[in-house]
């Protein structure tokens, strides 16, 4: 169990804090006034921050998925597998391997869809497909990600990600209407200012 802890830790630890760099005050200052480029440079930023809140709400997501495998018998092979394939993953992408990166995130989605990493996946993917400038693409899998966990933690975070990929898609009703509800289903996100100055840009 020490090595599962140890792996699981790691791979949250290479994850979630080796992203791209968050945007400095200089280059949100410089940019164009333009919801698309404005939603591009949230997306990026996103990846930088929060982690330390992740990370303890991914502790008690491991417990309880460790309570469940107790109950029943399982043992966490398919975790730590799928743990594995993340880092690979996310290593795939920190060298801008990007195809080889999607690959392994499809796989996780696929092979492990009843792992918590599968659910980071899909959010990866989602911000891959942004950043490739295939925002349909994320549309369709954050879709697809809200119905199949529709209690993740990470909710928040895919809904977010919905309105950056709506705007960066140029669908400015849904993303007048996504971003709405997000501001109503989440009156205390820390994204709520952005979600707010987004809007408004629309």
């Known amino acids: 169990m020490k090595k599962n802890v140890f792996i699981l830790s790691a791979v949250f630890a290479f994850g979630l804090l080796l992203g791209p760099a968050a945007v400095n005050a200089a280059d949100e200052e410089s940019l164009i006034k333009s919801p698309e480029i404005n939603a591009e440079k949230a997306e990026v930023k996103e990846e930088g921050i929060e982690a330390k809140e992740i990370l303890e709400k991914a502790d008690v997501k491991k417990e309880e998925k460790k309570e469940v495998a107790d109950e029943s018998g399982e043992n966490d092979d398919a975790d730590e597998e799928a743990a594995v394939l993340y880092l690979k993953a996310q290593s795939f992408l920190e060298n801008d391997i990007t195809q080889k990166a999607e690959e392994e995130f ?41 119905g199949k966990y529709p209690d993740s933690f990470l909710n928040e975070k895919a809904d977010y990600s919905l309105c950056l990929a709506y705007v960066l898609n140029k669908d400015k009703k849904d993303a007048q209407e996504s971003i709405k509800e997000f501001i109503k289903k989440y009156p205390d996100s820390k994204k709520i200012k952005d979600a707010k100055n987004l809007l408004k840009q629309l």
Do not use: Q
């Not at 990493?117 to 879709?143: C, F, H, N």
């Open 106 to 146: 499809n796989n996780i989605i696929k092979n492990y869809s009843g792992t918590w990493w599968a659910e980071l996946s899909y959010i990866k993917l989602a911000g891959v497909e942004m950043k490739t400038e295939r925002s349909a693409d994320a549309i369709a899998l954050l879709k697809e990600f809200a």
